[in-house]
């Protein structure tokens, strides 16, 4: 069964500065996607950012880039330049082609420190 | 447009109550989803919609019941809910089931006296 562990329940950063969350997955899967998506305190869930597993080249949007090392089975999250409004949970999500289900790991709540 | 609409956004009811939570996408996507969402946990999958047909039901109890009037439209019709089930309902949408992203509406929080 595909299952997604995100190792680090709380982290904190300091304005500006660039923090890293990590996500592991089990799959014996080829191809799949995986997302990180960001949930603020009450408020609504967006998509961060994306990768399908069968591109090496690691996704990028603005801030937020990922490390995909498909052999590892790892999708971490760096975030640069780290803002208030980026304090919030994330979570790492993995879908394959073959099934509608979305798998999402724990979470991790990250809180930015002015 | 990535909006997904749900309403109400906080509903209080008692467990011999009938009551129905309303979700709505005019993003033409043609998979939706229903989330239940206990506080700082993921989303759990309930069910999915997919051509307006039911896809996936994750042996969800009857007093859920869910339905898809048409392509744009989700409802999640509830009753005899216990208070275990108080809980942040999501729904979510995509283009399609396969390999597409999907979008959230903000949430209904539901409670059950």
């Known amino acids: 069964a595909q299952t997604v562990t995100q190792s680090q329940p709380e982290m904190s950063v300091q304005e500006a500065e660039t923090v890293t969350l990590s996500c592991t997955y089990d799959t014996s899967e080829s191809d799949y996607y995986l997302f990180w998506y960001k949930q603020p305190p009450s408020r609504q869930m967006i998509l961060v950012i994306r990768q399908e597993a069968y591109k090496q080249q690691n996704a990028t949007e603005n801030r937020f880039s990922v490390n995909f090392q498909k052999a590892a089975k790892s999708f971490s999250l760096k975030i640069s330049d780290s803002q208030l409004g980026d304090a919030a949970m994330y979570f790492c999500?993995?879908?394959?082609?073959?099934?509608?289900?979305?798998?999402f790991g724990p979470g991790t709540s990250l809180s930015v420190i002015p | 447009d990535t909006e997904v609409t749900q309403t109400p956004k906080h509903l209080v009811m008692g467990m011999t109550n009938k009551k129905s939570l309303k979700c709505e996408q005019h993003?033409?996507?043609?998979?939706m989803y229903w989330y239940k969402q206990k506080a700082k946990k993921p989303p759990e999958l309930m069910f999915v919609y997919s051509y307006e047909k039911l896809s996936i039901n994750e042996s969800v109890p009857s007093r859920f019941s869910p339905e898809c009037p048409n392509s744009s439209l989700l409802n999640l019709h509830l009753h005899a809910l216990q208070p275990e089930d108080s809980a942040l309902y999501l729904c979510a949408s995509s283009q399609d089931t396969g390999t597409d992203t999907q979008y959230f509406g903000p949430g209904t929080r539901l409670t059950v006296l």
């Open positions: 993003m033409g996507h043609r998979a």
């Open positions: 999500a993995y879908k394959t082609t073959s099934y509608d289900k979305v798998i």
